[in-house]
């Protein structure tokens, strides 16, 4: 991470998706600032008063206040462009150039799998969060739980994550120290005692007026291999994360509960309408997500040895980022291949034993 990508974020009217278009042209924040204001204009077909913006370097004094205020606040900012930066949410097509993280970084790049749901949860939706989060940290090594820190199920999540000492990741609507509900600044301080993180994409010069909150949801999604919704009315904030999910193909899942009780409506919808895979406990997500596990595994198993691939495959084979899955258009962007070609190497290297399809048109390297 470097100045340069802390001033990128920095320069007004550039935004998250002027960042992505921009860095999707040049690939790195130092090439943009080092580019002309024609090669700007023309190449990248931005606009000409944010092309001065960015010759004329408006962001870094900004940038430079902020790396200050980091290294001060303990903040660690993650540019894209990082190596440690996390590979699934640089899947999606607004990923945020920088994050901003409070604790481990290396936590965000776990087996993540997100739990939300609705901020009035009931005795059922708690106990459900408690009971699959504890079976889940029993068989699934390498587990780290993300929601985002809200009243009801959010907080459930994160707490059944302490109980049964599983790191857990934070995502919230504000910028960093802070912390929003300012009422859970306790469990934000177990979550960094326990090796989780808190995670924002704002920084602390960024003007709080409460709008944050659906961006937030969108990096839950991303951040995760797989989403439950653990209980919801019809309509609220967790039903964003789970559309967000199902866009950003990932697997999502739903606890269904009685008919009659509003708390319920919106999982009970997801599951009837096809949105949501029905889950009732720790085993339905484990083999929803493919994650192929003994009865009580303290490791995962070992890899099998490694097959013979011809050169296509294993050039193939070495765009995937360790063992994060990646989906097939993240794929085709990767590797250049025609889709046809691509369709008939990954099913050999499946029948090799390589790779693994997963739920959402994914694959994950074995």
Known sequence: MTVEDLALQMTPGIGVRG?????????????IFAAAEEELTGRAELRSDLARQLVRRTGFPAAEKELKFCTRQGIVPIASTDPDYPALLREIPDYPHIIYVKGSPAVLSECCLSMVGTREATPYGQTMCHRLVERLAERVPSLAIVSGLAYGIDIAAHRAALAAKVPTIAVLPCSLPGVVPTQHTAVARDILDHGGALVSELHSQTRQKGTAYIARNRIIAALSAGCVVVESPDSGGSLITARFADEYH??????????????????????????????????????????????????????????????????????????????????????????????ALLLGLELAGALRQLPGNRYMKL
């Open 250 to 343: 990932r697997a999502v899942m739903a606890v269904p509960g009685r008919a009659t009780d509003r708390s319920s409506a919106g999982t009970n919808h997801l599951i009837r309408n096809r949105k949501a895979q029905l889950v009732l406990s720790a085993e339905d997500i484990i083999a929803e997500m493919g994650w192929d596990l003994g009865a009580a595994p303290v490791a995962r198993k070992p890899a099998p040895p490694t097959p013979v691939l011809t050169p296509s495959e294993a050039a193939l084979l070495d765009c995937f980022p360790a063992s994060d899955p990646l989906s097939v258009d993240r794929l085709h962007q990767l590797s250049g291949l025609d889709p046809g070609e691509l369709a």
């Open 19 to 31: 960042a992505v278009h921009l860095l999707e042209h040049f690939g790195s924040a130092e090439r």
